[in-house]
């Protein structure tokens, strides 16, 4: 699978980030948000979703306590999943995982607590700190290598 790097200096970076994957996703995919607490995972989700929704006011919430919201929009069903506090990868499925599966694209925060039931084919996009901005790795199919 193709991995490369992407330095995300400021907000507007991830905002534009956020959008061109958002014009890429389609229903049943499944991007896995990896990195540390304060690297930037639902920054960018919310970017994604403010982007396929066409509603950059949009207000996207974390799920940290609700473990996931669905958002529909034009681009079809998009599931957002925070399992930051999930204690078994099979509790993913009382919060609608299938579902989503079918027809949605699933934005997953803390995708690592899945353990095996992850995916194979996903798009994982890895966060981290890097000076006042973030870095982004994403390792993926080849149709997001323009991202």
């Known amino acids: 699978m193709p991995t490369f790097s992407l330095p995300l200096p400021d907000e507007a970076a991830t905002e534009r980030l956020g959008a061109r994957l958002a014009s890429s996703l389609r229903p049943r995919d499944v991007v896995a948000l990896e990195g540390g607490l304060g690297a930037g995972k639902t920054t960018l989700a919310r970017a994604i979703l403010r982007a396929a929704a066409g509603e950059p006011a949009l207000i996207v919430p974390s799920p940290t306590f609700t473990l996931v919201e669905v958002y529909e929009t034009p681009r079809g069903s998009f599931w957002h999943f925070d399992l930051y506090r999930l204690e078994q990868p099979e509790q993913v499925f009382e919060l609608g995982?299938?579902?989503?599966?079918?027809?949605?694209?699933?934005?997953?925060?803390?995708?690592?607590?899945?353990?095996?039931?992850?995916?194979?084919?996903?798009?994982?996009?890895?966060?981290?700190?890097?000076?006042?901005?973030?870095?982004?790795?994403?390792?993926?199919?080849?149709?997001?290598?323009?991202?």
């Open 97 to 147: 995982w299938e579902e989503a599966r079918i027809d949605g694209v699933a934005l997953v925060e803390w995708a690592e607590r899945l353990g095996p039931l992850l995916p194979r084919e996903r798009l994982t996009i890895s966060l981290s700190v890097e000076g006042d901005g973030r870095l982004a790795t994403l390792e993926g199919e080849s149709r997001f290598g323009e991202v």
